[in-house]
């Protein structure tokens, strides 16, 4: 054989011994993708990795082996990885409210699993006054977590749920999310609830590994969005050393007391003058040191930048983020410590021991949920779940079951419910709500498995169903005609014989245009058509890039002063021509000089609004 010959031999059997290399390394990558303390990971012989240890004491190891960088990437809800340690990224912000939802960064759906249990908003399941189908409901949803966590569509398994605010105020968006206005029927629902995410008993104990962590929130004192110019971001609520133990505290102290949360969350409000997520006698002296939460305390998001940008709390960022950490915070919601936490330590204003503090407490729960325990897949109680335990029909008819305990009838005198199929030949549906699954989702809602509405549920029971969708936002002064029956959505219009009204800029026919059979008029579109987010007045005063509702995904209510839609009414049998007018004064909805001075309830007063950062 000549040179050329061996040493074209040589190179194919290095290519060779590279492939079958290649395809050995693939088949071990396959077999253990990268799970912290598996049969890959560099640090598997480390303390950290010792099942035996403490969570604590592992969290500890783990932290005292990381860099000052590293340490700082772990502050925000989306951690970074340390691959040098085999510690992958990470990310907090899941929600499960009532099923797994899209906010957040957690969760995934869009692989095997694109559907999951839907259960009824919280106030309506805490009217069941059901503490056993509480429980339930928060176990389903965290089975339900963990099955997408083993499919690969889980990037954590921290949610942000159950909300036990005081729901005093009835103007309150956000109160649908909570148990009511009772502390103590919130405090019970948040107990039952949160032993039924972290995989605990009905009765308490258990829960090792935890199956999810829960994390309840807004402590404390939460109950505004938007009044009168004044907002959550930099509203100061009021309250007296006794409300607050009577009323707003104790469900959160059943939390943790009770329920053993592994998180709670504080509120961007301010508490008697002290923003809740830089209040030490909050988080450390009540949460940690009277109801000794085993866990971390999270901020709802952005909070820590909310402090410097609209409460003026602390003069620059990095006297923000110290003044966080050392009052009892671990994690911020948002990338404000991630960004700014290196500049404090730097400039002296916190120490590296205040962010131990935090992560200890951080890498704990994630000890705690089997994360540092290599490959999660195929080991006990957890890793039997699969794409088989989400929206089973065991989870279905939970669901069905929360939703008929907690319907409240409040009368019915005259015995017309339960509906007679036998006896009942037609029926009219009236509302837009009722042919509209979105709205009836709720608000921290996923990708329901099934979908049903009012509408089709009648048209299922009885034979004749007419529907009528109404109007679909409050300024809408003219009921809007739909086919009687039609099964399409309440936003899409019915054809037939419209005329739109007459409106005081109209410079055509007086009857306005009066369109030709079998085609509706024409019109000009609304902003009122369709639920708009809040905007801010120019005066308002929230952090850069953020309008209310921003991370939460809520619709408040519209700011008075918009012009109505212009109404389109259905022509009745028989009519060619419909006029309507209306009187200017009417196209406002309530006009400024008209307009009631609202009070504050309770005892929240806003305070007033800081002047803008320049």
Not at 467 to 495: I, K, Q, V
């Amino acid at each position: 054989m000549g040179t050329s010959s061996r040493r074209n031999a040589t190179t194919a059997a290095a290519l060779l011994l590279a492939l079958m290399l290649s395809s050995s390394a693939a088949r071990a990558a396959a077999a253990d993708p990268g799970f912290s303390c598996g049969l890959s990971s560099p640090s598997r012989s480390l303390p950290f990795c010792d099942r035996s240890l403490p969570a604590a004491q592992r969290a500890a190891d783990l932290v005292s082996r990381m860099m000052v960088a590293e340490k700082v990437s772990q502050m925000g809800d989306e951690a970074a990885g340390v691959p040098r340690l085999g510690v992958p990224p990470y990310k907090y912000w899941s929600e499960g409210l009532h099923g797994l939802a899209f906010w957040g960064h957690g969760l995934r759906f869009d692989g095997t699993v694109r559907g999951v249990t839907s259960f009824p908003q919280v106030l309506l399941t805490a009217a069941s006054f059901d503490e056993g189908l509480w429980f339930r409901i928060g176990q389903a949803i965290a089975r339900e977590a963990r099955a997408l966590y083993n499919l690969g569509q889980a990037e954590g398994l921290t949610i942000w749920s159950p909300n036990v605010n005081i729901f005093r105020d009835p103007r309150w968006g956000r109160g649908q999310e909570t148990p009511g206005e009772d502390p103590a029927t919130a405090g019970k629902y948040a107990v039952a609830f949160v032993r039924g995410i972290q995989g605990s008993s009905p009765a308490g104990g258990g829960g090792a590994p935890l199956q999810a962590s829960a994390c309840c929130k807004h402590a404390t004192s939460y109950d505004l969005e938007d009044w009168n110019g004044v907002q959550r971001y930099n509203f100061d609520a009021r309250v007296t050393a006794r409300d607050l133990a009577d009323t707003f505290n104790p469900p959160f102290r059943s939390c943790v007391v009770d329920g053993g949360a592994t998180c709670v969350m504080c509120a961007y409000t301010a508490v008697n003058g002290v923003p809740a997520c830089a209040s030490s006698d909050l988080l450390t002296r009540t949460f940690r040191g009277d109801w000794g939460l085993d866990g971390y305390v999270a901020s709802d998001c952005d909070a820590v930048a909310i402090m410097r940008d609209a409460q003026r709390y602390a003069p620059t960022p990095e006297d923000t983020v110290a003044v966080a950490l050392k009052a009892g915070l671990d994690l911020n919601c948002g990338n404000y410590t991630q960004e700014h936490g290196m500049a404090a330590i730097r400039q002296g204003k916190m120490m590296e021991k205040d962010v131990d503090k935090a992560l200890t407490n951080l890498f704990a729960v994630r000890m705690r949920l089997g994360h540092f325990d290599g490959d999660p897949r195929g080991s006990a109680p957890y890793g039997g779940l699969g794409a088989a335990d989400v929206c089973t029909a065991e989870h279905k008819s939970l669901a069905l079951e929360a939703a008929q305990d907690g319907i409240v009838l409040l009368k019915n005198d005259a015995g017309i419910l339960p509906l007679d199929r036998s006896a009942v030949g037609s029926a009219a549906v009236i509302g837009h709500n009722a042919n509209n699954p979105l709205v009836l989702s709720g608000n921290y809602f996923g990708p329901a498995c099934e979908t049903t509405t009012p509408l089709k549920g009648l048209q299922g029971y009885v034979k004749n169903v007419r529907f009528l969708a109404g109007c679909d936002s409050a300024a809408c002064g003219f009921a809007r005609g739909e086919a009687p029956g039609d099964p399409r959505t309440p936003h899409r219009w019915p054809r037939g014989h419209h005329v739109r009204a007459v409106q005081p800029q109209d410079r055509r026919h007086p009857l306005g245009r009066i369109p030709r059979p079998g085609r509706r008029a024409g019109h000009r579109k609304s902003p009122l058509r369709r639920p708009q987010p809040q905007r801010e007045a120019p005066g308002d005063v929230v952090p850069r890039g953020l309008h209310q509702g921003a991370h939460d995904g809520h619709a408040d209510a519209r700011r008075p002063g918009h012009r109505l839609p212009r109404p389109e009414l259905p022509l009745l049998h028989g009519q060619d021509r419909l006029q309507v007018r209306l009187r200017p004064q009417l196209l406002q909805v309530l006009a400024p000089a008209n307009r009631r001075r609202e009070e504050p309830c309770s005892q929240h007063e806003p305070t007033r609004r800081p002047a803008r950062d320049v």
